[in-house]
């Protein structure tokens, strides 16, 4: 099977580790190494290094170089980001040229998964059920009420591969208020939009003709253009005029093919703010629920997060529930549980004219 | 009259931003000048430039001189800081060659004075009683139940110099409980202890004789050393064995010849600790009671206090009463009311060899 590490995302929500030039992906938050990296190393417990796909925006394509001596993935670039549904289009376009009907695992690169193993497991089944043509979706079983989470709500099991049922999607949900999100945790029947995907090139191409059809006619331009020296001319005029849309809203809320859903079980998290990364690395704690990455030291603090990439030393005193982050040109200072507001300030320093560290 | 400048503290209680190299009065805190010259600018408006005298560490010499390119008062260097009676004994044996009677008023660099003519006409009137001889100190009238001062207790009125009534001291009290120091505020017998006093070179040298002979002998030995080739020898070697005592501690609590007492209102701080620094510059806060010196931007953040050295950007999100210090190679994130623990973290960071940032 094929795979496709989606890594053109550029959040601000890591700010200011993360930046336009160093989105989340491209960050050793989960571990020693980069979420890129962990993503690719899970890949490869089920896809063969030269089915492996990855496309990353154009600002971007040194850094994963920089990252990747060997067994380098075949990298595709987007001149600009361009959302999921373009991403997924291009890579399809290039896929398909050598086996249209082999299922391909379309998975963003900036997502934590803590049991590696389970997760191959899960996505080989999905693979099985896709080489008929289906369109295969992961959802992910919730383990607490989440409001911040897209979800699906799933209904009667459809079948079996690899001795795994897999569900009928019945529709796509917006994230829901805490009580609604109670009862999904209840109810068994909705599970977490993990926003990874298994299907065949022929598939997913077949619904962007009828879903997105813009979007379809931008793609066979470019894929008249592979080999070709004018390419990137083609590529660059494409991306300039296509609608910039998720894959979810753009082909899942609305195709009128079936969509199946497998129940996933693997520690998931999208990592979605510095409280979500606090609360998945508990096992490196102190004693006083302070996880200190970096050098820090800590009197009379409890339940902070400390994320220093330089050398400085950060010190806490009495403080509770804090994120601090030091980089080399700016200091980050907030609330854990207000964290999701981080992607203001580079928006508000640009408006000041401080897009250097924006 | 004469003026010494007492500059040879090496406080860590404004860590990370002072340091042993720059300790608290070469920091520009109180305003866009060091404290130092802070103190020197109000000294000027009694004392003539050739009669100002400042005592510093030899550490620091450096970073006096460069701070003062012209006008340069004398500058008096120990070897080592040996508190304020050694600190007072050199400067008066040198200020006693040019005149033994003339009073001298000492005082510390590193305090804050919010009116600074106010502050001039207390002094003149003390240095007018102080000529015949006798001990005068000033008393902080106190504007609240402060817990963090000494105070001084005085007894009735003692006569008048300049139409300022002075007061006998009864004796020098100890930082007070929450519930006496509110009887103190409300008492009006009660002064903050505000380490200045004015007294000539003849009566501080004869209290030495009196109260710390050992001090006194090796003031001597220095003074007969002055112009010497081997001055700085003998100072080093006076200042090896010298007891390191304050004066308060050493002579005024001590002595049986009277001391009186001037009560001053002139808006005074010791500036003991960065939440004392941000009371006193309530006139600059932002709408939330933010105090930002420096590049910083807050988002709902409410009564915090960032001092930034560096060209880095420091950005608050939803904290309240924080103090954030920014430097090159440290950074410290403390509740504003724990800011008298600062001082653990350079003998913390000095036990974890970064004597470097200590």
Chains 1, 2 share one sequence.
């Not at 001596?69 to 040229?97: D, K, Y």
């Not at 191409?205 to 001319?233: K, M, V």
């Not at 999208?270 to 998945?280: F, K, M, N």
Request: aromatic share 8%.
């Amino acid at each position: 099977m094929f795979a496709v590490i989606m890594a053109g995302g550029s959040g601000t929500r890591f700010w200011p580790a993360s930046r336009e030039s160093v989105p989340k992906q491209f960050l050793r938050i989960t571990s020693d190494r980069t979420m890129f990296e962990e993503t690719l190393a899970r890949v490869r417990l089920f896809a063969a290094d030269d089915r492996i796909y990855s496309v990353v925006c154009s600002a971007h394509a040194e850094l994963v170089r920089g990252l990747l001596s060997s067994n380098l993935p075949q990298t595709l670039t987007e001149p600009v980001g361009r959302n999921t549904a373009a991403c997924i289009g291009l890579s399809a376009i290039h896929i398909s040229r050598r086996d249209p009907d082999e299922p391909i695992a379309f998975l963003p690169a900036d997502h934590f998964v803590a049991d590696a193993e389970c997760f191959a497991r899960t996505i080989n089944a999905a693979a099985e059920a896709a080489r008929s043509g289906a369109i295969i979706t992961l959802g992910i079983r919730p383990t607490r009420p989440e409001t911040g989470y897209g979800y699906i709500e799933i209904g009667a099991e459809a079948g079996r591969a690899r001795n795994e049922p897999y569900f009928r999607m019945e529709r796509f949900v917006e994230k829901p208020d805490q009580a609604t999100a109670l009862g999904y945790l209840t109810g068994g029947r909705h599970l977490w939009n993990s926003g990874i995907f298994v299907l065949s090139a022929r598939a997913i191409l077949r619904e962007f003709e009828n879903c997105l059809p813009a979007l379809a006619e931008g793609l066979r331009e470019i894929e008249s253009a592979i080999g070709r020296a004018d390419y990137s001319e083609v590529l660059g005029r494409v991306y300039e005029r296509i609608q910039s849309v998720s894959i979810d809203y753009g082909v899942m809320e609305k195709t009128s093919s079936p969509v199946f859903v497998f129940k996933a079980d693997f520690g998931w998290s999208d990592v979605g703010s510095w409280q979500a990364l606090y609360e998945l690395r508990r096992a490196d704690y102190d004693e006083q629920d302070n996880l200190l990455m970096g050098d820090a030291v800590a009197i009379g603090a409890k339940g902070n997060f400390v994320y220093a990439e330089s050398e400085r030393v950060v010190a806490l005193l009495g403080v509770e529930n804090l994120i601090v982050v030091d980089t080399p040109d700016a200091v980050l200072v907030a609330r854990l549980d207000r964290s999701q507001d981080v992607k203001k300030f580079p928006e508000m320093l640009k408006a000041r004219g401080r897009s250097d560290v924006a």
